[in-house]
């Protein structure tokens, strides 16, 4: 086979997979949800009453995310631990070949890390401003 040929359908397999994960669950809920609307509807058009089990299982999605204090602070604290552990990899990373008086502190991986350290900050401070509770 030619090398070309695949090499393309190699390419095309990785980005469809990836489009497949990505894509189909959300294609799969919105096809879901248009059903439920639907006999929904149909119920509503022949006069019947919705019970009140179906109306909190319909908003129940809605409820759920929405921001919280508690799920401020928890991702918070996740994003920061996540940045503050980039850069002690990166310090611990370039301890072997350097020595302690401050050149080992000009790794990319401490800007990288300063990312999710600010949204994990971001996430603290959003969590004392937030009224919503859990």
Known sequence: MDEGF???????CVFGTITAIIVGPTWLKSREKR???QTVRHAI???????????????KD???NLPSRTRDL?????????GLGIAAFSVVS????RDWDGNNLDSG???IACIPLTIGL?????SFFNKNKD
């Open 35 to 37: 059903e439920i609307q």
């Open 74 to 82: 928890r991702k918070g604290i996740i994003w920061t631990a996540t």
């Open 109 to 111: 991986l401490l800007g």
């Open 62 to 64: 809605v409820q759920k």
């Open 122 to 126: 971001a996430f603290i401070v959003l």
């Open 6 to 12: 695949v090499a393309f359908w190699a390419i095309l």
């Open 94 to 97: 370039n301890i072997g070949g």
């Open 45 to 59: 058009d022949k006069g019947q009453e919705l019970p009140a089990e179906l109306i909190d299982a319909l908003t």
